[in-house]
């Protein structure tokens, strides 16, 4: 069974310019989420996706950060226009229930973010 | 709000030498307590949980028991090995909420 999978693994972009980033969930898992890890910093939730609809967008930094998950199938995060600030290692995870204990809670190994 | 505060790193030790990482935590309930552990290129993995307080969980050769008295979750392994090296994450979880994680601690064992 394939795992989550993020792309691009890095990506190095300047100041003011635009940047998606995609991650594919794991496959029947109806719960998706993004995560952020700033260089030193903890990993902190950015948004829940359950389907297509957004569960819970509580630690979006600002408007610059614009997730979508059309069909409910595979999510994208777009930074336009990107800061230095927003430099760092986003993350995707997913899972079936989205409840309970996060037992089943995939991640993938996170797509670098270089913003100079 | 909940938080959670684990050591610093980066922690080096030798192969077969004894790991401690301390987490400790702040929350209003009684949250789940986990590892995640973040192996070089690879994606986070769940280490091991506990649920409820004197809960101990463990998995290959690690071990972390939930101190209600001390809001502690620390990590221990009686002998590491090199391909232990990775960064680990101390995180809690209530109902209604998502993952709280620490700052993670990177972990570099020498043969």
């Known amino acids: 069974e394939a795992g989550v999978t993020q792309f691009p693994s890095h990506s190095v972009i300047e100041k003011g310019q635009t940047v998606t980033l995609r991650c594919d969930p794991i496959?029947?898992?109806?719960?998706l989420y993004w995560y952020r890890r700033v260089m030193g910093k903890e990993i902190k939730f950015l948004l829940h996706f359950v389907k297509e609809s957004k569960q819970d967008e509580s630690g979006m930094p600002n408007n610059r950060f614009l997730a979508e998950r059309t069909g409910g199938t595979y999510s994208t995060l777009k930074v336009q226009p990107a800061e230095l600030e927003d430099s760092g290692v986003y993350f995707c995870a997913s899972s079936q229930d989205g409840g309970g204990t996060n037992e089943k809670l995939f991640f993938g190994s996170g797509t670098q973010l270089s913003v100079l | 709000g909940d938080s959670v505060t684990q050591m610093e790193g980066p922690v080096t030790l030798s192969e077969e030498a004894f790991l401690t990482i301390n987490c400790t935590y702040t929350a209003t309930g009684y949250p789940s307590l986990f590892w995640y552990v973040q192996y070089p290129g690879e994606g986070l993995q769940l280490l091991l949980k506990?649920?409820?307080?004197?809960d101990k969980g463990s998995n290959k050769g690690f071990e972390a028991t939930y101190r209600k008295e001390t809001t502690s979750f620390h990590l221990e392994k009686g002998s590491v090995q090199v391909s232990d090296s990775a960064v680990y994450f101390c995180?809690?979880?209530?109902?209604?909420?998502?993952?709280?994680f620490g700052k993670g601690t990177t972990l570099s064992v020498s043969s």
């Open positions: 506990a649920t409820k307080a004197d």
């Open positions: 995180a809690l979880w209530q109902a209604g909420t998502a993952l709280i």
């Open positions: 496959s029947g898992h109806d719960n």
